[in-house]
């Protein structure tokens, strides 16, 4: 059974860090490529990062461009995303997620497997 763990939110102010954790079980995992999501209240939920399978590539939302970095330590089944200078426009819920898929980085029904989401919270 295919498990992803999110950690790591939290309630912060505007300028701060966070790193987020996901822990994955189930899995090969470095067959995946793993994303980050989040939805924030009342919006569609969307594509924040994602990382392919051996770590290789990234591809980062415009929004989090420079600000945020996704990483992975596949040794550990482990996918990180470091937030830094976080706005209150972060403020989410923040979802991991896996896909075998190696195109369309960011199309939501691409990905196969998905964690219960973890609340960052930012104060302005």
Do not use: H
Not at 79 to 98: F, G, H, I, R, W
């Amino acid at each position: 059974q295919v498990q992803l763990v999110e950690s790591g939110g939290g309630l912060v102010q505007a300028g701060d860090s966070l790193r987020l954790s996901c822990a994955a079980s189930g899995l090969t995992f470095d067959y995946y490529a793993m994303g980050w999501f989040r939805q924030a209240p009342g919006k569609e939920r969307e594509f924040v990062a994602r990382i392919s399978g051996p770590g290789g590539s990234t591809y980062y939302a415009d929004s989090v461009k420079g600000r945020f970095s996704i990483s992975r330590d596949n040794a550990q089944n482990m996918v990180y995303l470091q937030m830094n200078s976080l706005k209150p426009e972060d403020t989410a819920v923040y979802y991991c997620a896996a896909t075998r898929s190696t195109s369309s980085y960011y199309v939501q029904r691409l990905y196969d497997y998905w964690g219960l989401g973890t609340q960052v919270t930012v104060s302005s």
